[in-house]
């Protein structure tokens, strides 16, 4: 039985459900893993995530198809990437194989908060790893733990598909050659301050731009960018810097395609930004957000789609993406992994 949740008034909050996935390393190894109805994590006042930061997560969703499916998007990618943050943060790598089935047993047992089709909610799912042991000297943690909650979500940014407004950043998120291409806990950290900032002044996220420079488009808090020129090609920043967002990926995909769009992914100025007829922030939290407006330090970019509605390409990819997603529009073979 569905649960009794307004699904359509949902933001994008944390609502506990009924299970998670659980599964310990020690000794170099990982146990089976089990699912528990705990919800709390009782750690030593010493742990590595406690102590130095030692923790990275993934986000996906689950959908439910308009033929009533529960269908997962490219939770392999999540794996992988996963898989490359626990590398770059000296943790083990939860195998790619198991993660998959972690996900999927996860939604399975809390099949109940999938939000139904059509009702602009989805179940959220939040892979996380990090270090449990006492660690006081500074070096990895020798023992971890792996969990998968999930908790249903409406939209990341309120008003759905209206567009935003986002500003300029005067703090940096990742540096040349750190962290900012891995799904790292400390990369959120340190864009707290820089959000808080952003939400008191009235926006509704940050544009960073790379910190060596400060002349090239990087990403937000919590999605990379898309842009559409005049001429209506796709841009999207390329940079080692940013996380390689998987809807990025399948976007570029869809709009070379699905949609015959021209594809570049490149660097992309922030000077040539006034030139785009539209811009949009992408994610699984963000889906595809529009962006009406760009504020750097009181200099106003609008984007001709304006502050109304989405721009004609952004919508054309919205729609597909989302098609594919929900099962509308066939999908590319791998894509989708169907739980029940
Ligand atoms: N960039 C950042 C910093 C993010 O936190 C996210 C969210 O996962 C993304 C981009 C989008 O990535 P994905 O499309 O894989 O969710
Ligand atoms: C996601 O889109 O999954 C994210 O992780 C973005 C944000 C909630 C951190």
Same mark, same amino acid.
């Given at each position: 039985?569905?649960?009794?949740?307004?699904? @359509?008034?949902?933001? &994008?909050?944390?609502?506990?459900?009924?299970?998670?996935?659980?599964?310990?390393?020690?000794?170099?190894?990982?146990?089976?893993?089990?699912?528990?109805?705990?919800?709390?994590?009782?750690?030593?006042?010493?742990?590595?995530?406690?102590?130095?930061?030692?923790?990275?997560? =993934?986000?996906?969703?689950?959908?439910?198809?308009?033929?009533?499916?529960?269908?997962?998007?490219?939770?392999?990618?999540?794996?992988?990437?996963?898989?490359?943050?626990?590398?770059?943060?000296?943790?083990?790598?939860?195998?790619?194989?198991?993660?998959?089935?972690?996900?999927?047993?996860?939604?399975?047992?809390?099949?109940?908060?999938?939000?139904?089709?059509?009702?602009?909610?989805?179940?959220?799912?939040?892979?996380?790893?990090?270090? @449990?042991?006492?660690?006081?000297?500074?070096?990895?943690?020798?023992?971890?733990? &792996?969990?998968? &909650?999930?908790?249903?979500?409406?939209?990341? &940014?309120?008003?759905?598909?209206?567009?935003?407004?986002?500003?300029?950043?005067?703090?940096?998120?990742?540096?040349?050659?750190?962290?900012?291409?891995?799904?790292?806990?400390?990369?959120? #950290?340190?864009?707290?301050?820089?959000?808080?900032?952003?939400? =008191?002044?009235?926006?509704? /996220?940050?544009?960073?731009?790379? #910190?060596?420079?400060?002349?090239?488009?990087?990403?937000?808090?919590?999605?990379?960018?898309?842009?559409?020129?005049?001429?209506?090609?796709?841009?999207?920043?390329?940079?080692?810097?940013?996380?390689? @967002?998987?809807?990025?990926?399948?976007?570029?995909?869809? #709009?070379?395609?699905?949609?015959?769009? /021209?594809?570049?992914?490149?660097?992309?100025?922030?000077?040539?930004?006034?030139?785009?007829?539209?811009?949009?922030?992408?994610?699984? #939290?963000?889906?595809?957000?529009?962006?009406?407006?760009?504020?750097?330090?009181?200099?106003?970019?609008?984007?001709? @789609?304006?502050? =109304?509605?989405?721009?004609?390409?952004?919508?054309?990819?919205?729609?597909?993406?989302?098609?594919?997603?929900?099962?509308?529009?066939?999908?590319?073979?791998?894509?989708?992994?169907?739980?029940?």
């Amino acid at each position: 039985m569905a649960k009794e949740i307004d699904w @359509s008034n949902l933001g &994008f909050g944390y609502i506990q459900t009924e299970k998670r996935y659980v599964s310990n390393y020690k000794n170099g190894a990982w146990d089976e893993g089990v699912l528990t109805e705990d919800a709390n994590v009782v750690l030593n006042e010493c742990a590595g995530v406690l102590q130095y930061a030692q923790t990275i997560f =993934e986000g996906m969703k689950a959908y439910t198809t308009e033929d009533g499916k529960i269908v997962v998007f490219r939770p392999d990618l999540n794996a992988a990437r996963m898989a490359d943050s626990a590398k770059r943060l000296e943790m083990p790598v939860f195998p790619e194989d198991r993660f998959v089935d972690a996900v999927a047993k996860t939604v399975e047992a809390n099949i109940d908060y999938v939000p139904p089709f059509g009702s602009g909610a989805t179940l959220y799912i939040r892979p996380y790893m990090f270090g @449990s042991n006492p660690v006081i000297g500074v070096k990895p943690a020798q023992e971890y733990q &792996f969990r998968v &909650f999930v908790t249903p979500v409406g939209p990341y &940014f309120k008003g759905g598909a209206k567009p935003i407004v986002i500003k300029v950043s005067d703090f940096d998120r990742a540096a040349p050659h750190g962290t900012g291409h891995i799904k790292a806990g400390l990369n959120y #950290a340190m864009s707290l301050h820089a959000i808080v900032t952003a939400h =008191e002044e009235g926006y509704a /996220e940050n544009m960073y731009l790379d #910190a060596a420079t400060r002349t090239k488009v990087e990403e937000t808090g919590g999605a990379n960018f898309i842009f559409i020129t005049k001429d209506g090609k796709f841009v999207t920043p390329k940079s080692d810097s940013i996380l390689p @967002s998987i809807t990025r990926r399948s976007l570029e995909y869809v #709009a070379k395609e699905y949609l015959g769009l /021209e594809v570049e992914e490149r660097e992309v100025f922030f000077d040539e930004v006034k030139d785009f007829a539209e811009c949009g922030l992408c994610g699984t #939290a963000a889906v595809i957000s529009p962006v009406g407006k760009i504020v750097d330090h009181g200099k106003e970019i609008c984007f001709p @789609s304006g502050m =109304e509605e989405m721009g004609p390409v952004t919508k054309k990819l919205y729609d597909t993406l989302t098609g594919i997603q929900m099962g509308r529009i066939e999908a590319p073979e791998g894509w989708i992994k169907v739980i029940k």
